[in-house]
């Protein structure tokens, strides 16, 4: 599992481009875990 509080803002951009190809519930997981 990635820590989100060790995520920088690269590394965001970068999830959220694989998130596209996820499910959207992952999506709503990763910026959850983001903030």
Known sequence: MVKAQDLSVSSIQNRSTE?????????QNRMTAAV
């Open 19 to 27: 998130s596209l190809k996820r499910p959207k519930f992952k999506i």
